[in-house]
């Protein structure tokens, strides 16, 4: 009990000020307009300038792993949805595929087209919803509403063939759970079109405006050692010239026969992993391009027993979310549940980089560098 | 046709018969008294209605439009709203400081408001120094700020404070001197001859590149004086929550609210007059035709629309401009705009001894 | 060459503002981009997607028989306890008992929509509807018996 205490009290990573009154500490949430949830940072202040920033998570921790232990193989990927819920096709794909691969499980061609086409459009919807919360993070409010009519018909695709607008569940072990919608090609077709006139138009709204390029250029320097160094995945990474993307260096489902390009920056900076986004949403574009046309006939599902059992032993699944690497680990005891689950989840290595990328920088750039890393704060959390 | 100029005269002419000069005097102190705060309240609601409907028709939205035709009372009703909130001051605040900022803020608005020409010879107080008279006072305002960031006892708000006081009395500079290329070609600080001096033709117009540069830089730094993004660096809610006024509830956050519509209303009422000619009408040369078109519309009219136009292009700014960071922001004016108009001024000055300007 | 640099500097400058602010005006001046929907106004031309997982319902044909021949597949697929089948036994003409469902209780206030149920119905006795505008006053509402008084099971359906 009194160590616990103790433990609490503890002078937290706060250098000790030279003399009393010298910084100024203040809690950017767990309420901010900033912090898109409920994410809580104490910075410590020297007048504008950061001296340091700790983040306190937990506000909206929900034990996922722990849940996910007490459901079945079926049962626990719709949980998953809500830890990144802006990409949750691709959470439950990732599951999907660590419990095929315990089942051993040959997933249909048509299904593997079918979720791939599916991961991609979750990807371009997540990184749209960014740009504009990003751009609003600056302070200008229109990209946001543009994005948003953006990612709308997104949504609009899949639930006319998944049946939700965010937490889809979608993907079943061994397939998906309903076949496409007739009308999903023709959309996605329109949809591509359009996105690449939305694109041209996003240029012209924010990423040509010299405020813009002033906010982001040089601010929340990560070079390439320290991203690897926090264990930074994604577009963070790929901003400071790391390659890492899962698609790329262990392909699962169809993606080693397509043809895309893995978006390297190497300017380190906030301007460098906006770009890689942007990039990436055209690359994501060119990857349904590839697919939509070519979905082939047959089964959407393959057949699985009733109750599903893993054998025993441990399986580990990585896929590339939006935001980065996520990797589900299960240990099975040979049961109907699995006996431990863990998420690897890009979010939480990403913020741990946060406080080497702003130290020493003004207010306005830790703004501007947290919107890069694209927390997704139930997905830090779960 | 009526003109407000003759119901003035009308009013006064009345006046003067029925009592004796003291008494008129007073009268009509407490009628411009309540017209200014008649016209405050106006323009606090339109100003916010029309900076929602802009914005709104920007972000490809529909605005308001549930609380009367095309949601025009939906500002009323807010207000309304924010009446009945409680009137909340925190423990922490320094009591008398934290309900006095906003009601500062708000007399300093209207104070500004007794030099602008509304229409022909109808003003508050045609005072000689008119120009010099407005930068004095609105430098003012930004004492109110200070005073609610400091004494609402919250780092946000004395964050937000700070900033706003750096940028205010930088961006000053470049307001007064851009001010002063007009006061130049004017020869002149009262706002009446200014706007007469502009007779055929407006100075944005005859006073060539450098009137057009001055031009800009007031709208930028009016911009910036009002505390509007992009330089609305003291709220900046994505950084400091709300700034200044985070701790600010009900009335006196509405004082606030209000104070900044009246001031980019007179920011831009001072632009209209200064740069484009006031209530004078669209004159071009010789064309008679059109000038005798131009004189029928009242100069209230034209005015307004000067005046609103400008303040249209001051939202337009914010809804499409990310903001500055704090540095950039003292950059921007100590790099950028205060050399460029102090050389515009320069220029501006040899063109008017060397008389190019008529 | 410095100045020439300054120049060419705000020059540049001037103009990415002006490219944003072409594009905010043109969406200020066409009114037809405008996306909005008046939602409760055009409740009758909503168009929802036919899969759009709203709510459980069971279908009852004209003679008011349903598919459901209470095997409790979906209470067991359902992740969150929202599915309560409570069984009882019809004794038929020739004296044996058959197992029918008395109640098929639905708790909405539980359900997450995902779906899993329809999925491991065998006799497609469930489905989710397209409806959403589920809230109410009174908390009791949302639990619901999908059956439909004195509803039989249709024939032929084992």
Redesign the interface.
């Known amino acids: 009990m009194f160590r616990q205490t103790e433990i609490i009290n503890q002078p937290s990573t706060i250098p000790p000020s030279k003399e009393e009154g010298e910084y100024l500490t203040i809690n950017v949430g767990p309420q901010h307009p900033a912090t898109h949830g409920v994410l809580h940072l104490v910075i410590t202040l020297s007048g504008e300038t950061i001296i340091n920033i700790e983040p306190h998570l937990g506000y909206i921790h929900r034990s996922i792993e722990k849940m996910c232990e007490s459901l079945s193989y079926r049962q626990f990927i719709y949980v998953t949805s809500r830890m990144d819920y802006l990409s949750s096709h691709i959470n439950n794909h990732a599951c999907a595929l660590v419990v095929e691969k315990g089942l051993q499980v040959e997933v249909p061609q048509r299904a593997q087209y079918i979720r791939v086409i599916m991961d991609e459009l979750t990807r371009i919807a997540s990184h749209s919803l960014w740009w504009g919360a990003m751009a609003m993070d600056l302070g200008a409010f229109t990209p946001f509403f543009h994005a948003f009519r953006e990612r709308e018909a997104i949504n609009e695709i899949m639930e006319e063939t998944c049946g939700a607008r965010l937490t889809m569940n979608y993907m079943v072990p061994g397939g998906v759970m309903v076949d496409l919608h007739p009308n999903f090609q023709q959309k996605t077709k329109a949809l591509i079109q359009a996105y690449y006139n939305r694109l041209d138009e996003w240029d012209e709204l924010v990423t040509g405006n010299i405020i813009f390029q002033n906010r982001m250029k040089g601010v929340g320097m990560l070079s390439a050692e320290n991203a690897i160094s926090y264990g930074c995945t994604g577009p963070v990474a790929r901003g400071s010239g790391v390659s890492c993307d899962v698609r790329k260096i262990y392909p699962y489902e169809i993606y080693n026969q397509l043809q895309f390009d893995e978006i390297l920056e190497t300017g380190c900076d906030s301007l460098a992993r906006y770009n890689v986004r942007l990039k990436e949403i055209r690359q994501s574009l060119k990857i349904v391009e590839q697919l939509i046309d070519n979905i082939p006939e047959g089964e959407f599902q393959a057949k699985t027993k009733a109750v599903l059992k893993l054998p025993k032993g441990e399986f580990y699944q990585r896929v590339e979310t939006a935001r980065g690497e996520l990797g589900v680990y299960i240990v099975s005891e040979g049961g109907t549940t699995p006996y431990r689950i863990k998420f690897r989840s890009p979010g939480f290595s990403n913020l741990s980089a946060l406080n080497h990328m702003v130290k020493g920088s003004k207010i306005g750039d830790l703004i501007a560098a947290m919107g890069t890393l694209d927390l997704v704060i139930p997905d830090i959390d779960r | 046709m009526i003109s407000l100029e003759k119901i003035a005269t009308l009013i006064d002419g009345w006046l003067h018969q029925h009592f004796n000069d003291v008494i008129t005097l007073l009268i009509e102190c407490v009628l411009v008294g309540v017209g200014a705060i008649a016209l405050f309240a106006l323009l606090g609601l339109g100003l916010v209605w029309m900076e929602r409907k802009?914005?709104a028709?920007?972000?490809?939205?529909?605005g308001p439009n549930r609380v009367g035709p095309k949601g025009i009372f939906q500002t009323s009703a807010d207000t309304l709203k924010l009446i009945m909130k409680e009137g909340l001051t925190p423990d922490g605040a320094d009591k008398l400081l934290f309900n006095l900022a906003p009601v500062l803020v708000i007399i300093v608005a209207m104070l500004i408001l007794a030099p602008i020409a509304f229409a022909k010879n109808f003003q508050i107080w045609d005072i000689n120094i008119g120009v010099l008279y407005v930068s004095a006072v609105s430098s003012m305002s930004v004492i109110g700020i200070l005073m609610a960031g400091w004494s609402s006892g919250n780092?946000?708000a004395l964050?937000g404070a700070m900033?706003s006081g750096a940028q205010i009395v930088s961006y000053e500079l470049s307001a007064g001197i851009s001010v002063l290329t007009i006061v130049v070609l004017t020869g002149s600080l009262q706002i009446s001859e200014i706007v007469q001096s502009q007779q055929t033709g407006w100075w944005i117009f005859k006073g060539h590149i450098p009137a057009i540069i001055a031009f800009v830089i007031f709208i930028i730094a009016a911009t910036a004086e009002t505390n509007r993004?992009?330089f609305?660096?003291a709220e900046?809610?994505?950084?400091?929550?709300a700034g200044f006024h985070t701790e600010y509830s009900g009335m006196k956050f509405a004082l606030f609210f209000l104070a900044e519509y009246i001031n980019i209303f007179i920011v831009c009422a001072i632009g209209a007059t200064l740069f484009l000619g006031g209530w004078m009408p669209l004159h071009i040369g010789n064309v008679q035709a059109f000038n005798h078109a131009m004189d029928y519309i009242p100069s209230s009219i034209w005015f307004l629309g000067k005046t609103l136009f400008l303040i249209f292009v001051i939202m337009?700014?914010r809804?499409?401009?990310?903001?500055?960071?704090?540095?950039?922001l003292l950059n921007l004016e100590w790099k950028?705009l205060l050399p460029?108009s102090l050389v515009n001024l320069l220029v501006m000055t040899v063109i008017a001894i060397l008389g190019w300007h008529l | 060459m410095f100045i020439k640099n300054y120049i060419k500097e705000v020059f540049g400058a001037v103009k990415s503002l002006w490219t944003g602010m072409r594009m905010t005006g043109y969406y200020f001046t066409h009114k037809k981009e405008v996306i909005t929907e008046q939602y409760p106004d055009n409740r009758a031309t909503l168009q929802l997607a036919e899969r759009f997982r709203g709510e459980v319902v069971m279908p009852h044909d004209e003679n008011n028989q349903h598919a459901c021949t209470g095997c409790s597949a979906c209470e067991i697929a359902c992740p969150n306890a929202t599915i309560k089948i409570i069984n009882k036994f019809d004794i038929l003409p020739d004296g044996k008992k058959k197992k029918a469902i008395d109640k098929f209780v639905y708790h909405l206030e539980l359900c997450t929509m995902c779906g899993l149920c329809v999925e491991a119905c065998p006799t497609s006795a469930i489905k989710m509807a397209n409806t959403f505008e589920h809230s109410v006053y009174d908390r009791r509402q949302l639990t619901k018996t999908l059956n439909q008084p004195g509803s039989k099971i249709r024939e032929g359906v084992e």
């Open positions: 802009v914005a028709l920007m972000q490809i939205r529909m780092k946000y964050l900033r993004a992009p609305d660096l900046a809610e994505s950084e400091l929550t337009w700014f809804w499409t401009f990310p903001r500055l960071r704090v540095d950039q950028y460029i």
